[in-house]
């Protein structure tokens, strides 16, 4: 079987729908061993910021000498970007080596979905790389997510805002009790949640299940160097070490909250589960990469590609683009799939543009690049608002970067999947290394 028979074959599964439970993950894993046995592993969930603090969680790790997996979704261009091995993503063998593997296995009552098919893959990689460690992103929630298989030595909840209302709840509360389902018994967690109502679940859930809980302006907390700014410089006052003018690689303001959550669980690691450093620490917030996010190119104009793919995130996007921005000409790409708030979503991003190119990707949850179009002129109904639809987002790319001047700013936002889109595009021209 090629790579892409594979491919076609994984993205078939799809038209199941998302089934959230583990019977069928646990059916699979069972009939190849039991992959996830044999390394330690880290699991994180939360709304925003997990594939942050995930992918800064591997990096130190990798820097302190461990081989160290990591699995995150969605990728933005290739499958492949789903599961990697000490920063270098598995290879089209490794793809076609594990799907083999998953296929050839009793699966259940029902066809797995795309979700735990590909979790399942990735866990087997990991094993037949023998990796020391892995850091698992869930994909949805967490008590009934494919990833909740594991038996993490960490817990991780980065933090907790509406969203999959139809799948976790309606309420914060609701959700955080599907998020703090990946809540172990004896096993730390540690979280950036910050309402009350958020913050008693997991707390709650934490006392049931005996598992130490640390929280961000709790048991560890940080002061800024600066408000904004690119890198984040920060001081962390922790649970058992403070650092000064700590860095992160990521850009906003709120890369330093999450890089505390890190921090924090690399204390906990340290010693007893893992041979950890200050080092360590730095040099891997500090060199961490996680593109699609708040991911800034030094071209002219200067581009910003950022998921931004909910209203917490796009709020967050805001903060950033006001400091950052500030008296450039901006030129926003926008394209949001169609379970999010839309309309929140434009209201927060919408005042910092000149300039707004409506688009869509290829997905079906996309929503109608005209339905973003009507909503703006219904909140920014002012003439000299310039907007315009571009469908295609590789062409909606190219038709901001020849329409804004080379002092201004390109922002393409609203959803990974555009971001993923945009990424390809900017690297067949070259804007980004790796084409």
């Known amino acids: ?10 993205y078939s599964l799809r038209r199941f729908g998302i089934k959230l439970g583990l019977d069928i993950i646990e059916n699979i894993l069972n009939s190849l061993g039991n992959p996830q ?12 910021g997990k594939g942050s603090i ?13 081989k160290t997996g990591l699995y995150t979704s969605p990728h933005l261009i290739r499958f492949n970007e789903r599961i990697s091995i000490n920063g270098v993503e598995i290879d089209d063998d490794g793809v076609i080596d594990a799907h083999k593997a998953v296929t050839q296995v009793h699966m259940g009552d029902r066809e797995p979905t795309f979700f735990e098919y590909t979790t399942a893959m990735a866990l ?16 949805m929630g967490g008590r009934l997510d494919a990833t909740n298989v594991l038996s993490p030595e960490i817990s ?49 859930i934490a006392v049931e299940r005996k ?43 709120h890369q330093a909250d999450n890089a505390a959550v890190v921090i924090a669980a690399s204390e906990i690691l340290m010693g007893d589960k893992a041979n950890l450093s200050e080092k360590n620490i730095r040099s891997g917030l500090s060199g961490v990469k996680w593109p699609g996010r708040l991911e800034i190119l030094p071209t002219k104009p200067s581009i910003i590609i950022d998921g931004a793919h909910n209203l917490d995130a796009a709020k967050r996007l805001s903060v950033f683009l006001k400091d950052f921005a500030a008296g450039r000409p901006v030129t926003m790409v926008i394209g949001i799939l169609d379970d999010k708030p839309y309309s929140a979503m434009l209201a927060s991003l919408l005042p910092l543009a000149e300039k707004v190119i409506f688009t869509q990707p290829e997905i079906e949850r ?7 179009y009507d909503t703006s002129r219904q909140l920014r109904p002012e003439k000299s608002f310039h907007t315009e639809i571009v469908e295609n987002v590789p062409k909606a790319v190219d038709r901001a970067l020849k329409t804004t001047p080379p002092d201004g700013l390109v922002c393409i936002a609203g959803s ?11 690297k067949t021209m070259g804007f980004i290394p790796g084409a």
């Open 366 to 372: 996309r929503l109608p690049a005209q339905t973003l």
């Open 1 to 10: 079987m090629t790579y892409e028979q594979c491919l076609k074959e994984m």
């Open 54 to 66: 995930a992918a800064s969680l591997a990096a130190i790790l990798k820097d302190a000498g461990y």
């Open 124 to 139: 087997y990689a990991f094993a037949k790389a023998n990796v020391q460690w892995a850091v698992i992103e869930t994909g």
């Open 416 to 426: 990974l999947y555009v971001a993923g889109e945009a990424r390809h595009k900017l």
């Open 211 to 253: 598992a130490p809980f640390y929280r961000l302006g709790e048991d560890f907390c940080i002061r800024r160097n600066r408000k904004q700014g690119f890198p984040a410089i920060f001081s962390y006052y922790g649970i058992d070490h403070d650092y000064k003018d700590v860095r992160t690689a990521l850009a906003g303001a």
């Open 37 to 48: 046995q044999t390394f330690s592993s880290i699991h994180v969930a939360g709304t925003n």
């Open 156 to 204: 991780i909840i980065s933090n907790i805002s509406k969203e999959h209302s139809s799948y976790l709840g309606n309420t914060i509360g609701k959700i955080a009790f599907e998020k703090g389902g990946i809540i172990k018994s004896n096993t730390p967690v540690v979280t950036a949640a910050q309402q009350k109502s958020a913050v008693e679940v997991l707390r709650r």
